[in-house]
């Protein structure tokens, strides 16, 4: 089946997130939503995820899932905020476990912070498979970004979240902890082995120089032609070498520090003080 997929484009992080609905009734599911951050004031928004509640509203859509394709550095997840008004549940891979304990550290979270992905409804593996009313979709597990990092494949369409870009700007780095460029490679390849007219939707666009538009949608085809990181002509060892040089001149996102602290715990802030003020930390020295 062909899912109907409309896209929201947030200019303060270069995120795409996606109402993906079955053509034959009002089911949909959204993936990686938004909830806006302002760093330098500590304040949250919802513009961006209001605008997504907006568009299932107005067109009496029924959310069954609240997809996250990977804990995300670069932005915070709207999940808990969007559930809250339309309900779905909130699905993620079942190795967010190793990113919680990773990040726990980190951040020094204490033993209150559970590690075992519960703050989650649904814990997806590889060969996993859901229902968007008719629609059927497909997990794979795509990991060299992080080590949770998932394609959810619906239909004709794969949303592969940080792990391909489009073709003419490449892949994901692979520097994060827990990141491999070869795993990365290798998730690829999985992505790629899907049939040539599948649709791939990414999950960001950052113009690569000499296109005016950002874009979002594109075909394994095109990325197995044209793919600057991973066509057909390029091979492993070219591309770990690439990644790990390109990696190595790269700054942090500037919202990973809040983002991790949010996105592992399913969206949802960390708990409040006993005057229900709720604070993020910043480790020094640790990132």
């Known amino acids: 089946m062909k899912p109907e997929v409309t896209a929201f484009f947030d200019d303060a992080t270069n995120t795409i997130s996606y109402v993906v609905r079955d053509p034959a009734g009002s089911s949909c599911a959204i993936i990686d939503s938004v909830l806006d951050f302002d760093y330098a004031s500590g304040r949250t928004d919802t513009k961006s995820a209001d605008a997504v509640i907006a568009y299932v509203q107005e067109n009496n859509l029924n959310v069954e899932w609240l997809l996250e394709s990977h804990v995300h550095a670069d932005h915070l997840s709207a999940a808990p905020y969007i559930q809250e008004r339309v309900g779905g549940k909130i699905g993620i891979g079942d190795r967010i476990k190793i990113v919680q304990d990773t990040f726990g550290k980190v951040f020094n979270e204490g033993t209150e912070f559970q590690r075992d992905g519960s703050q989650f409804d649904q814990l997806f593996q590889e060969g996993d498979s859901f229902h968007i009313g008719q629609l059927r979709g497909d997990v794979l597990h795509t990991p060299g970004h992080t080590p949770a990092c998932l394609t959810y494949v619906i239909g004709d369409a794969a949303f592969v979240g940080d792990t391909l870009f489009m073709p003419d700007f490449g892949t994901a780095r692979c520097d994060f902890p827990g990141g491999s460029a070869e795993t990365l490679y290798a998730s690829i390849q999985k992505i790629l082995a899907l049939p040539d007219e599948t649709r791939i939707f990414v999950g960001h666009d950052y113009k690569a120089p000499g296109r005016d538009e950002y874009a979002w949608e594109t075909t394994v085809a095109e990325q197995k032609a044209a793919n600057i990181h991973v066509a057909s002509d390029k091979n492993r060892e070219a591309f770990v070498q690439m990644r790990t040089e390109r ?22 802030m960390p708990e409040p003080d006993e005057q229900g003020d709720v604070f993020l930390k910043v480790p020094v020295n640790k990132l």
């Not at 990696?247 to 949802?268: E, F, H, W, Y």
């Open 247 to 268: 990696d190595a001149t790269l700054a942090m996102p500037k919202l990973i520090i809040p983002s991790l602290q949010v996105n592992m715990r399913a969206g949802q």
